[in-house]
């Protein structure tokens, strides 16, 4: 504590003048020169707060750096990177210095000048590293070399094509060979630094030297091997026996007690499976990747964090990972909350018909809690197993159920919206339900949940006996609602006209007249034309339209598309899978990864080649087999010509418009609402009219018929 307090008082404020008093002030007894190192630590303490500018002592500084004082040299050097670039007159002086030292004998002075004038981003200082770089490369000590690679790297960010005219990229290759694996883990480490920023240089790594680094693994710290294992990833196995026998030999990596080391070497298996053809053998590394992303989950939230992001990547790609292990990611009370919502994801992504019920349980206890957004999420989750996993789906609803007796407003929404889904998902099964959700009308206060409400309402429109009065309570807010709502009220109006014209011919012409004229939003106004100018030309058409079958719906939308899912597995471990986004729109200057062609590649595989194969494959589902050239060609004849017809009889028909509109009218007077034409005998029809929206006309129905459906 002592110590701790001494140090604090060094980042007391302290003036320019007095510092520079305390630096050259100097007694023959102080032979270790403490009076300097402290005025120095207060220096470098000042000059690491932003508004405590020291660069008024940058000539005081630069004198005290002939001092043989290691710690001394240490601040010195720190505080000339600090502000060389400002002041690169002054920073001259120091390059003799450094010079100088760079010749010591002590090979720790070598490299912390060495370090420090690859640091400094003045011309001459590069020129003058290049030069002694060299010799230092192949200096006797390994600390000092470890150190003059890194220092290339540095050097190539200063000046590309000053590196690249010289043979120092070369001497780095020749590195490799080195004894040392720290020496041959930071050429590596400056060799790969160098290939990401270059366009000239091609990184490439044959079998036999992947054999070699891989051998010094266990020998490097755990920076090393990490470098070795991101070098890795430039190895493009020949066959399927080079790249199973380098997945064997790294795999014990994984147990790794650094996290880096572990994802990146699970990186590393990832890419090396898709040169493996053995399904057996592929599904044994799967097994061996589980394990280590589990231990991950038990560090700090932050690196559980990134092992979570980075299985929903995996689980994407090699679904046998982690296939037996969800209860792992069930939520800790004391999980941040972006642990927990991503736990949640992969819950939902690993949850089967044989584990359903255990999950259930957990999302149910999820839904109680305090925090609403994961709240939110559980209640969601539970409607998308529903939809995912079919004989569960009754067991979901449930739970849903039980949750909206709750009276929880926010829960109550969430489960509105996702029973919409299950509905769309499996029409005219769990219907039963909906008179639960219409007793909770009066909780909906968020937009999604109201559309979803009122969709459900005009979909079963025929099914709810007070539809139309729920439906009008609804439209008293009409213009007051969001767009989102105002469509939902739209479509659902007209779906209960046509269902039930009776109960929906007073609620329709009121609904057209604020779509089309009463509201400025461009895809309100167009929808509602569209449903007018149906309901008036062809009411049977428009019941096929907006009656039709709906899209499928599918849980699985989440997913990544196919060439990013391709190319994160070539990242994982780093930022961009935090994102799940592809590289170079997380980082702008990254490289973007790429499966190199090989004879051992697995193409049929890979996820873009396996999205392919489905695409082409999709005409001839949906249409069975496809045409014949001379088919084919008559057809978009026929096509063009239908195409001009149809154009013709468009300007026809508006040429013709008030003749067809005064055609309508009934005894003489503008028809609307629930008006029958005769279109053949026996057939009444529903025709629906803009203009006049004040009057209605009651159908005639004859004995016997039902008044709320369409006769046909």
Not at 497 to 503: A, C, S, V, Y
Not at 693 to 705: F, L, R, T
Request: hydrophobic residues 40%.
């Amino acid at each position: 504590m002592a110590a701790s307090g001494g140090d604090a008082k060094l980042f007391a404020r302290g003036k320019v003048a007095e510092l520079r008093q305390e630096l050259l002030s100097s007694s023959k007894k102080d032979k270790n020169h403490t009076a300097k190192k402290i005025a120095l630590k207060k220096i470098v303490a000042n000059m690491t707060m932003a508004n405590n500018d020291m660069i008024a002592l940058f000539p005081d500084v630069v004198a005290q750096m002939h001092i043989q004082s290691l710690e001394i040299k240490k601040m010195c050097f720190l505080y000339l990177v600090n502000y060389a670039r400002m002041k690169p007159d002054i920073a001259m002086k120091a390059l003799p210095v450094l010079k100088t030292d760079v010749g010591d004998t002590n090979p720790l002075i070598r490299a912390l000048a060495l370090r420090t004038m690859g640091y400094v981003h003045v011309r001459e200082y590069v020129e003058a590293c290049l030069s002694l770089l060299r010799n230092l490369l192949r200096d006797p000590d390994p600390y000092v070399r470890k150190t003059a690679a890194f220092c290339v790297a540095k050097l190539y960010d200063h000046d590309k094509a000053l590196i690249e005219a010289s043979d120092l990229i070369d001497k780095l290759n020749s590195m490799l060979k080195d004894e040392n694996p720290t020496v041959v883990s930071s050429a590596l480490a400056a060799l790969l630094d160098i290939w990401e920023r270059s366009e000239n240089i091609k990184l490439t790594i044959d079998y036999s030297s992947a054999s070699k680094i891989v051998q010094i693994l266990p020998d490097c710290s755990e920076w090393g091997q990490t470098y070795i294992l991101e070098a890795l990833m430039s190895y493009v196995p020949g066959d399927t026996a080079e790249a199973l026998l380098l997945a064997e030999r790294i795999t014990p990596r994984l147990s790794h007690s650094n996290s880096s080391v572990v994802l990146t070497c699970t990186r590393v298996v990832l890419y090396l499976m898709n040169y493996i053809a053995d399904e057996v053998q592929i599904s044994s590394l799967c097994r061996k990747l589980s394990p280590p992303l589990v231990t991950l989950l038990a560090k700090g939230p932050e690196i559980q964090y990134l092992a979570l992001r980075n299985a929903l990547l995996i689980l994407q790609r090699r679904p046998e990972v982690l296939r037996n292990d969800i209860r792992v990611f069930f939520c800790k009370y004391n999980d941040p909350i972006y642990v927990k919502v991503t736990k949640l994801e992969l819950i939902f992504m690993l949850a089967t018909e044989r584990n359903i019920r255990e999950v259930l349980t957990e999302l149910r206890e999820y839904a109680t809690e305090i925090d609403v957004h994961f709240v939110r999420k559980s209640v969601r989750a539970i409607g998308k197993l529903a939809i995912k996993i079919e004989p569960a789906a009754r067991d979901c609803i449930d739970s849903l159920l039980e949750l909206v007796a709750t009276k929880v407003s926010y829960i109550v929404q969430e489960a509105t919206v996702v029973i919409k889904n299950i509905f769309r998902k499996y029409p005219n099964r769990y219907e039963s339900i909906i008179s639960i959700l219409c007793q909770n009308l009066d909780s909906l206060d968020e937009p999604e949940a109201k559309a979803a409400m009122i969709w459900v309402i005009g979909e079963y429109a025929d099914r709810i006996e007070n539809s139309d009065e729920l439906l009008d309570d609804f439209l008293y807010s009409f213009a007051d609602e969001p767009v989102e709502v105002q469509l939902a009220l739209l479509t659902a109006t007209v779906k209960l006209f046509i269902q039930r014209p009776t109960k929906g011919q007073e609620l329709v012409p009121k609904v057209l007249k604020w779509a089309t004229e009463e509201t400025d939003n461009p895809d309100l106004r167009d929808r509602g034309y569209m449903y007018w100018r149906m309901l008036s030309t062809d009411p049977e058409l428009a019941k096929k339209i907006v009656m039709g079958n709906k899209p499928a719906i599918s849980a699985e939308s989440e997913k990544l598309d196919p060439a990013t899912l391709e190319e994160m597995c070539l990242n994982v471990g780093t930022l961009a899978t935090v994102y799940l986004k592809p590289v170079q729109q997380v980082f702008r200057n990254a490289r973007a990864r790429k499966l190199a062609d090989s004879p051992a590649l697995q193409k049929h595989t890979l996820p873009t080649v396996v999205a392919m194969e489905q695409h082409k494959h999709l005409p001839s589902i949906l249409n069975g087999a496809g045409p014949s050239p001379s088919v084919q060609g008559e057809s978009e004849a026929t096509n063009r010509q239908n195409l001009s017809a149809a154009v013709d009889a468009a300007d026809a028909y508006f040429q013709s418009l008030d003749t067809n509109m005064a055609g309508m009218a009934i005894n003489g007077d503008d028809g609307f609402g629930g008006s029958p034409t005769t279109a053949q005998a026996g057939e009444t029809q529903y025709v629906v009219n803009q203009n006049n929206p004040q009057q209605i006309y009651q159908p005639q129905v004859g004995s016997g018929a039902n008044g709320d459906l369409l006769l046909l």
